[in-house]
T-cell receptor
Framework: AQSVTQPDIHITVSEGASLELRCNYS??????LFWYVQSPGQGLQLLLK??????LVQGIKGFEAEFKRSQSSFNLRKPSVHWSDAAEYFC???????????FGAGTTVTVRA | EAEVAQSPRYKITEKSQAVAFWCDPI?????LYWYRQILGQGPELLVQ????????DSQLPKDRFSAERLKGVDSTLKIQPAELGDSAMYLC????????????????FGPGTRLTVL
């Protein structure tokens, strides 16, 4: 079964600085990969997803992620964070012909002025 | 923009009581999911419906949890009796396509129901 590790529980970043959130997956073949964001008290919103093709994926709100098969990683990046990016971010992995998504434990992002 | 609706948003109950959560997916979405999210963890799938049929409830504690989607539209998740360890956020999600392609779907999440069991 597939699984996801998000090594960073909490990251603090200054407004305007760059952000990178790490995600490592475990799966024997090419996985389907997702990043979701959850604001306090809210449900999850999809930022971006990777199924195949170009390994650099663009998402909403200025986020991008890069799939690196050699490192089993799918890290999320944003060049310049805004205070509204403070939230919890979840990486998830799925597999072909398997409808289940396995989520990581999440990374909480705090943005300081 | 269409959204997944859930109610109530917050529920406080005492252990051994019964609770029920309701979810109305985006219109036309065939697949509906119930997740449990314990504080500090990612969501964990409890049950998945395709239309009115359960396709996976392997992680649903069936001695106390039940879920139904009678007409293939809205859904109810019930816990009876509630235990302290059931305190969590219960998330509903829906996706448009059918089983077999769901892994490539986008799952749209509702705002969740925060359950506190005292």
């Amino acid at each position: 079964a597939q699984s996801v590790t998000q090594p960073d529980i909490h990251i603090t970043v200054s407004e305007g600085a760059s952000l990178e959130l790490r995600c490592n997956y475990s799966y024997g073949a090419t996985p389907y990969l997702f990043w979701y964001v959850q604001s306090p008290g809210q449900g999850l919103q999809l930022l971006l997803k990777y199924f195949s093709g170009d390994t650099l994926v663009q998402g909403i709100k200025g986020f991008e992620a890069e799939f690196k098969r050699s490192q089993s990683s799918f890290n999320l990046r944003k060049p310049s964070v805004h205070w509204s990016d403070a939230a919890e971010y979840f990486c998830a992995v799925g597999a072909p012909n398997d409808y289940k998504l396995s989520f990581g434990a999440g990374t909480t992002v705090t943005v300081r002025a | 923009e269409a959204e997944v609706a859930q109610s109530p948003r917050y529920k406080i109950t005492e252990k051994s009581q019964a609770v029920a959560f309701w979810c109305d997916p985006i219109s036309g979405h065939a697949t509906l999911y119930w997740y449990r999210q314990i504080l500090g963890q990612g969501p964990e799938l409890l049950v998945q419906f395709q239309d009115e049929s359960v396709v996976d409830d392997s992680q649903l504690p069936k001695d106390r949890f039940s879920a139904e989607r009678l007409k293939g539209v809205d859904s109810t998740l019930k816990i009876q009796p509630a235990e302290l360890g059931d305190s969590a956020m219960y998330l509903c999600a829906s996706s448009p396509t059918h089983f077999g392609t769901a892994s490539t779907d986008t799952q749209y999440f509702g705002p969740g129901t925060r359950l506190t069991v005292l």
